[in-house]
């Protein structure tokens, strides 16, 4: 998988929010109009197995396109199309597949031209579906249950993308837990566990989906959707809430769970993993964090740790994950 840190493709993202903020883009994007603004577009049909070829060599830009695509997908192939003219870097002539069908084919490159195909699907998805729109849709969503969710795919609908294409635009900006199904395809948030390699079988989806918190199943883009929440949206007991408060900073209650735990030996240690499961998780500033997906994802990833999950048997545990996610949620809103 292609690191997210990536110049290129960070590039490609920049440079699509460019074009969304220039010109105001908001869905349903004319990408037709804003491609025939910058190329000569022609329609041919074609036995090749490409979805369009760009000769960038000529002046203006020449895009062939083939005939009879089902909308969402032309909408998908013009956006990308648009990526190889706007994107400096890409050179020559493309022909280009948009496949779209999980998280790992977004992200799959083999040869230079793979990550150009990666910098263009990157780019479409953010013109398509811009951050400046999606963000704010998924940020007003307070609990995440079949009603909200279904209410944000239908306002995902707008942007007139395929099913697979706007989930994986929408699990951009969900908290780690999220994973959506597609028949074999799937595309999942950031830091939610892996279901394997696609096309996944009915059987693996099953497997995958057992050990979820809840599921639902929603008809999207006219596709049949498995909607899977991973990680609890709360795991702090009531009795927390209604614990008195003191002067304990979060790293000491942390530090008092530890030496009982572990002893006073390995305490310290194990104090600075758990902080840097905290760091790790919480380093995305521009997802909705709140106090209670911060814990509920630290606690699913000390779970997870053979050599840390015995921490989550002290009861003052919780204590420390709801003061220190406090502590990190107020200090953003202040910055």
């Known amino acids: 998988m292609v690191a997210q840190n990536w110049s290129p493709l960070n590039a490609a993202r920049n440079r699509a929010g460019i074009l969304v903020e220039k010109l105001n883009l908001t869905p349903p994007v004319d990408v037709r109009a804003l491609l025939s603004e910058r190329a000569q577009v022609e329609y041919h049909e074609w036995s090749h197995q490409c979805d369009a070829v760009t000769a960038l060599g000529v002046e203006p830009p020449r895009v062939f396109v083939r005939s009879g695509l089902p909308t969402s997908r032309e909408r998908f192939t013009l956006a990308h199309e648009l990526a190889h003219i706007e994107l400096a870097w890409h050179v020559g002539s493309i022909g280009c597949q948009v496949n779209g ?11 230079v031209t793979g990550s150009q195909e990666r910098e263009a699907n990157e780019f479409a998805s953010r013109v398509l579906a811009p951050d400046r729109w999606l963000s704010p849709l998924v940020k007003s969503v307070t609990s995440f249950e079949r009603s909200s969710m279904s209410a944000l795919l239908d306002s995902l609908s707008e942007a007139e993308m395929s099913a697979s294409a706007g989930l994986i635009a929408l699990s951009r900006h969900l908290l780690p837990g ?11 948030s950031q830091g939610t566990s892996w279901p394997g390699t696609p096309p996944l079988s009915d059987f693996a989806v099953e497997q995958y989906l057992h050990g979820a918190v809840s599921v639902d199943e929603f008809t999207h883009q006219g596709r049949r959707v498995l909607w899977a929440l991973l990680i609890p949206q709360s795991v ?21 769970c530890c030496v009982r735990i572990f002893g006073a030996d390995s305490a310290h240690s194990k104090a600075l993993s758990i902080n840097g499961v905290v760091g790790g998780v919480t380093r995305d500033l521009q997802r909705s964090w709140n106090v209670e997906a911060i814990a509920a994802v630290v606690h699913d990833r000390i779970r997870s740790r053979s050599d840390l999950m015995e921490v989550l048997r002290d009861p003052e545990f919780a204590v420390y994950l709801h003061r220190k996610a406090t502590a990190i949620v107020d200090k953003r809103s202040k910055s």
């Open 101 to 111: 069908l999980s998280i790992e084919e977004e992200y799959s490159i083999d040869r």
């Open 178 to 188: 999220h994973a959506f199904f597609v028949d074999g395809a799937f595309a999942i």
């Open 236 to 256: 702090i007991p009531e009795f927390v809430h209604m614990t008195e408060p003191d002067d304990r900073t979060p790293h000491k209650i942390l530090t008092e």
